[in-house]
């Protein structure tokens, strides 16, 4: 166990906390540190801008957080043997098993925690209508773009189909199972899960540049989006998964620390159940950041130490704030909780002139895509020009080119303007994804992200 001195208080780290607040323009930062029966949690600004201060124990929506939370929660059932982690997904779900273009496997849920189910990225919100729907949403977008277990690619999906899976397992909706395993064993009052669950005390989320509310945000993937918590229950939360904690047995702590893929390296980041697991100045480090509608969340655990911290903050594009707010609250204790910025290893550029297509919803699409060998790109999509492209690095691709082009479905046309290529590079064709995306927060609200099947031939 740590030097408990070696803890601040958060009175030591006011004054940085609101001077990240101030050059961020942060509505309001909650932040909590945890060590054995200590919990220190406080609020700086204002969880609703009409005038109610946020505090330690002001619920927030987590974002990506919940991705260990229902991690936490699936291990913990397995433990009791009422679902099995290796089991195929479309073992309860069938509908997984219809034809879609891409790739062929039948993923795991353990592939699916990990992130190596092969489904491709995706996000979707919906603010005054109603999302599309898992089943929905899968049958739409949930390609396989990898084979199962052999890449890594984080995927939203693959948590969403978690949660039909879980109640087709256990016969109980996914709210009263964190309810009746995790958040009523553990203490955890603030923790809540689904749309609004945070209730009339909860953080209000505000846009980045106009601090403008969102309306209640609902999506097709609750499960790696839509938990809730305060800052002081996220960091008891995170101690659950500290060396002597008696929440989890030994062989489910080695578990959750366990990556999808390759073998745990002191010097690399990896994913394990939930969680990436990285070692910084020689210290493991267990730790997930979330940013979406008007929120932002970090989490860093120091299992060896003993140790969990939390941030939390109501407005969009701020995990890199709530990231911060962790590290200032663990530097007598570790460096970062962040990955390290390494280049990625030079891989092979689509020279030339390619030709194929984009399978959609709606039918393929005509794609034309050429590279120079100074680095210019363009796309065309179904005959209508040549767009610049830029060329920009994905982590689970060789290439990726983003341009200013749309893709003409009634999906991409709603909230994702723009154009995403992230592709393998092969002698003579192309293969990966084609992602209508929207970055940032145009109009005052995140947009969607909808992976498609791509492949394409070079023609000259």
Known sequence: MTDSTLIPSLDQVADRIEDL????????VSLAIAQGDRVEARGFGLAD?????????TPYLLASVTKPVVATLCVMLAERGLIDLDEPLADRLPWLDRPRPGRRGRPTARQALTHTAGFGRYWDFAYDEAPLGIERAVDRYGVLIHEPGTRFEYANLGYGVLEPWLVAATGHPLGELLDRYLFGPLGLSS?????????????????????????????????????????????????THTYGSAVLAPGSAAAVRTPGLGEPQPSTERYGLGWNVRYSGGVEVLAHAGDMCGVGASLAVLPELGVSAAAVVNRTGSFAQTRTACEILLENLVSRIGPEDA???????????????????TGAIPLLMGMSGDGTAWIEVAGNGRTPARVEEDESYDVMLAAEVQLPTPDALLASPWLELALDVGEDRLVGSARAVKHGESGDRVGNCLTHWCELERVR
């Not at 280049?343 to 919803?361: D, L």
Request: proline share 13%; glycine share 12%; charged share 15%.
């Open 343 to 361: 280049p990625k290893p030079a891989a092979p550029m689509p020279i030339g002139e390619w030709s194929g297509r984009v399978e959609t919803p």
């Open 21 to 28: 607040m101030a050059q961020h323009r942060l509505p309001s």
């Open 191 to 239: 923790g809540a899960y689904g749309a609004g669950a945070g209730g009339a005390d909860a953080a209000v989320p505000y846009t980045a540049e106009r601090h403008v509310p969102y309306p209640t945000i609902t999506t097709s993937h609750p499960a790696a989006s839509m938990a809730w918590m305060s800052a002081a229950d996220l960091a008891r939360f995170g101690l």
């Open 49 to 57: 801008l009409n005038g109610r201060p946020a505090t330690g124990d």
